[in-house]
């Protein structure tokens, strides 16, 4: 091996110290040391530096800075593993993925091909209107027979919001206006826990519902 330039050599001297360089390397390095005096100079302060790097002391690492540098190891050790696991796996897979995805793309193609063989064409036939009874989705409760009651609620209208179960019976009911007396109280609970309704609908199954109700003066008769 032949250097052409004197910084070319220079980058040799820390493996010709180590006595690592190859045997061709080796003999050019002494032959142009002993034609270059700068080389030799600057060779000689390579060695005087290793020498002094070699009686320096060994400084002891703190442990937590041993630990942080083994598990960034450990990391990149995994890391690098790891890449390459998923190499060996694609270099081993991809002369079987090709084949596949070529014979599943051609598997599409022939299932796009015969949906569209058996899309259906348009008729020309008008539509024939059919006829059919229309339930409506969804009907609130009815009063069907009130039990039998009669008080007067004054000048102010009383207005109840009556809860109705799917087999037609109040499960409760509230006072939104008015203020009957605990006397009448009692009587409108007679009369609408015993009064019979017709449950809400929806779509066509009974089902709950509630409804509101007004009375100025009632009188009803059993």
Known sequence: MIFETCS???????DYIDGVCPAETNHSVRYH???????TEELERYEALQTE???????RVPP?????????VSQDLHRNLLQRALV??????????????????????VIVLMLGAGTPRVSNIPDVPVDFVALPRVTPPRVQELAPMNFDTGNQPLVLVTYVNAQGQVTSYTVLSGQPSPLQ??????????????????FGQPTSG????????????G
């Open 64 to 72: 937590q800075l041993a630990l942080r540098l083994r598990v960034q």
């Open 8 to 14: 070319e050599i220079r980058g040799y001297f820390s």
């Open 53 to 59: 790097l070699h009686h320096l002391s060994r400084q």
């Open 210 to 221: 509630r409804l509101v109700l007004s009375f100025r003066r009632i009188t009803v008769r």
């Open 88 to 109: 060996r796996l694609e270099n081993l897979f991809q002369p079987v993925l090709l084949p596949f995805a070529g014979g599943g793309l051609g598997a599409m193609l």
């Open 185 to 202: 109280m009692e009587r409108l609970d007679r009369m609408m826990y015993f009064s019979l309704f017709q449950p809400a609908t929806s």
């Open 33 to 39: 040391l002993a034609h270059c005096a700068p080389c």
